[in-house]
């Protein structure tokens, strides 16, 4: 290439970097400086090195804010790989109506966030809940169950609403994984004797483990960052049983804490970072 077209071909990536600095690197950056500082609203405060992560690790709501974090993060993927993975192979096969069935399954992917978390907490309300009606109702659960308000049931009923809203994203992204895989490998499979099990391990799951991957890591750092789930949810209660670290900065926000805010939201960079490192070898040895 000579040099008015490499001239050509920086000008033309110019509005993509100015984006780029100006959306992502300067509010990432600005974030990471502030959660150093004792800012607050009103005042740009001043520098105080580690003190707003020393205050936060001697905070039970932080250590909560992880704890929960890692819990919902590692609990809700499993359950959406297994459900979205299930559904997938199934509509991978033909049958009536199967195109009607898989736009059905998106509906939850397609509701709006604030609508869908909204109905189910309508649906775990202690009196009038459609699901305490449900058990009541069938006998199979005589006592009303107030979902939300006990610690031993909050985050498994935040864990059951998200695996709902979330599980088509992994449906449709496999189901596009399964149908690229040639149909001629599980015919040979097939003639060499594999039963159905066999040919998964042997052809499938090779074939869709770099979408489960990415899939994986996208689903992480979204749930990672959710709010909504909680906040319509639970609010991050009660006592903070279901506090995670979105919520945990919000309420450094509404306090006007803008530096302990920060801390908590740059607080969670190594987690993520952890996983995008993971994500990028195990794609890495794929293609190795």
């Known amino acids: 290439m000579n040099i008015a077209g490499r001239r050509l071909a920086y000008l033309l990536l110019l509005p993509e970097l100015v984006l780029l600095l100006g959306l992502v690197a300067y509010p990432f950056l600005y974030a990471i400086f502030v959660s150093f500082t004792n800012r607050v609203v009103g005042n740009a405060g001043e520098f105080v090195g580690f003190a707003n992560f020393a205050y936060l690790a001697q905070t039970p709501s932080f250590w909560a804010a992880v704890n929960n974090t890692i819990v919902l993060v590692v609990v809700t993927d499993i359950l959406k790989l297994i459900i979205g993975l299930g559904l997938a192979l199934l509509v991978n096969q033909r049958f009536p109506a199967r195109g009607l069935f898989r736009s059905f399954l998106m ?33 199979i659960w005589p006592d009303v169950i107030d979902w939300l308000g006990q610690r ?71 749930t990672a960052n959710s709010f909504e789930n909680i906040w319509l949810l639970t609010q991050g209660g009660p006592s903070d049983a279901t506090m995670i670290f979105p919520v945990l900065a919000y309420f450094g926000m509404q306090t006007q804490r803008l530096g302990e805010a920060a801390a908590v939201s740059v607080a969670m960079l190594p987690v993520l970072a952890v996983l995008v490192f993971a994500a990028t070898a195990l794609m890495q040895d794929d293609d190795a």
Request: glycine residues 6%; without cysteine.
């Open 107 to 139: 509906l939850p992917w397609a509701m709006p966030a604030f609508v869908a978390f909204l109905t189910w907490r309508v649906m775990y309300q202690p009196i009038g809940g459609g699901l305490n009606l449900i058990l009541t109702h069938t006998g």
């Open 152 to 222: 031993e049931t909050a985050m498994p009923a935040v864990i059951v609403a998200t695996v709902w809203r979330g599980f088509p994203f992994w449906f449709i992204s496999l189901l596009a994984a399964l149908q690229t895989i040639p149909v001629e490998l599980y015919e040979a499979a097939r003639v060499d004797g594999a039963g159905p099990v066999q040919r998964f391990r042997a052809v499938t799951w090779p074939a869709i483990r770099p979408v489960v991957i990415v899939t994986t890591l996208l689903s992480s750092i979204w």
